[in-house]
């Protein structure tokens, strides 16, 4: 059985994670779809005028209608009462690895003794995570074995829940890159135990990767100009121009939009210039760069809460990196928020991105409180997190906001987010595509 199969069987086999009903105030014998929720005030487009007392109609995973006040629901109608809720837009998450969050020499240990079976099970423990914590759809940036695109398929066919998920299959590096899995490995383990074919050198070979992830089924093509923090490659350019223009180009001609990795300066500028469709991490961002970025309308995502998951790790264990990843860790935390600071005001796109496997699933909403933090306000991190996300995904007409025609993937809180962004840590209710998600 192939690996891409194995674990789309597998997935299939969890689906008692199913969404369940809510009470109906109509006799049992009701035949309706429809459910009606009365939400006390709404963010339904953000960054556009609040609305009061609301009547939300979902029928058939769509918003069917939205009705000043709350309205009588027809007989036989399901009513969810979120009336002293604040109610949004499913939240989206444009960079995730849903496969794992352990990392460092944990996550290498778990490589080791975990094979893809199991591997499996823990993407769709994690993608259970994520979506009940609001966010309903998420943009996975790499993953090995074809986990996350069985996960992807598997929820497509209604045999398990999870968020929606546009997903690159595998990130694509020279060889001796970020995402060339055998770096700090010994030459057995790496030859043994490491998938390669997401490597490329020169032109044609990166035409090639591009186009063998296409096949695979990947949404977006992901790929890095630098090195990474966690590879232990450093900030400098991995990848020559020609190799890069050949991934962005083949991507763009098979539909396909392009998300870099990159950390140093120089990176962030030829995939800036190259046309790629969105910068992740962008730690060294300089107002020149952002000018350009806001001008071609190239996205940023800064990815801010990997420091949460290393301060936590490191804070369990002094010694949970080798030294020198250790140290390009430490830069990291002293250098986050910095290109954001500089991005936000020259009016670069900001689109919500946590590096969640770097972070911890589950934990994606702690990214509002680093954006705040970092100059941006709460009702434009939230924005970040709906509108600018779903434009950076392609999918402005299918979520982003709640407006009629738009799948019902629907959050409510406590308390308002536009004034305490923390709020959003505490999910009241999640519906995904008309689904009800149980905590």
């Known amino acids: 059985m192939k690996p891409t199969t194995l674990a789309l069987a597998l997935l299939a086999s969890v689906g008692g994670l199913a969404a369940v009903a809510v009470s109906a105030q109509a006799p049992a014998a009701a035949t309706s779809t429809q459910t009606w929720i009365h939400a006390g005030r709404v963010i339904a487009v953000p960054g556009q005028a609040v609305r009061g007392a609301t009547t939300i109609v979902v029928q058939d995973g769509r918003i069917a209608a939205m009705h000043d006040g709350f309205l009588p629901a027809p007989a036989g109608a399901k009513v969810i009462d979120l009336k002293g809720k604040t109610v949004l837009p499913g939240l989206i998450d444009s960079h995730t690895h849903l496969g794992s969050d352990r990392a460092g020499n944990e996550g290498l240990a778990a490589a080791m003794t975990d094979g893809l079976a199991l591997n499996s099970y823990e993407t769709q423990w994690n993608g259970m995570k994520t979506l009940r914590?609001?966010?309903?759809?998420?943009?996975?940036?790499?993953?090995?074995?074809?986990?996350?695109?069985?996960?992807?398929?598997?929820?497509?066919r209604g045999w398990v829940q999870g968020p929606r998920i546009v997903d690159a299959g595998e990130s694509l590096s020279t060889t001796g890159g970020h995402m060339d899995s055998r770096v700090g490995l010994s030459d057995e383990a790496g030859e043994g135990l490491v998938h390669t074919e997401n490597l490329c050198d020169g032109i044609d070979d990166c035409r090639r990767a591009v186009r063998r992830q296409v096949g695979r089924g990947a949404d977006v093509i992901k790929f890095a100009t630098t090195g990474g923090v966690n590879s232990g490659?450093?900030?400098?350019?991995?990848?020559?121009?020609?190799?890069?223009?050949?991934?962005?180009?083949?991507?763009?001609?098979?539909?396909?939009?392009?998300?870099?990795?990159?950390?140093?300066?120089?990176?962030?500028?030829?995939?800036?210039?190259l046309g790629a469709d969105s910068i992740e991490h962008g730690t060294t961002i300089d107002e020149e760069t952002a000018r350009?970025?806001?001008?071609?309308?190239?996205?940023?995502?800064?990815?801010?809460?990997?420091?949460?998951?290393?301060?936590e790790r490191l804070a369990a264990n002094p010694n949970a990196y080798p030294p020198l990843i250790k140290k390009q860790i430490d830069w990291r935390i002293g250098i986050t928020g910095k290109s954001l600071q500089i991005a936000y005001p020259l009016g670069v796109k900001i689109a919500y991105g946590t590096d969640?496997?770097?972070?911890?699933?589950?934990?994606?909403?702690?990214?509002?409180?680093?954006?705040?933090?970092?100059g941006m306000p709460p009702a434009e991190a939230i924005k970040a997190a709906t509108v600018h996300a779903a434009g950076l995904l392609g999918l402005e007409k299918e979520i982003g906001t709640l407006e009629v025609g738009k799948s019902a993937d629907i959050i409510a809180v406590d308390g308002d987010p536009l004034v305490d962004v923390k709020v959003l840590k505490r999910m009241a209710f999640v519906m995904v595509r008309g689904d009800v998600v149980v905590n």
Not at 356 to 371: Q, Y
């Open 133 to 156: 914590a609001g966010f309903t759809t998420v943009r996975n940036l790499g993953d090995e074995g074809g986990k996350v695109l069985a996960y992807r398929e598997a929820i497509k």
């Open 233 to 273: 490659t450093g900030l400098a350019t991995r990848i020559y121009e020609d190799e890069a223009r050949a991934i962005i180009d083949t991507a763009h001609a098979y539909g396909r939009k392009v998300a870099v990795h990159a950390h140093g300066l120089d990176g962030i500028k030829l995939a800036v210039r």
């Open 292 to 311: 350009m970025m806001a001008k071609q309308g190239t996205y940023y995502v800064p990815t801010l809460s990997t420091v949460n998951g290393y301060l």
């Open 356 to 374: 969640a496997g770097v972070s911890k699933h589950g934990r994606n909403a702690d990214e509002f409180e680093l954006l705040v933090k970092f």
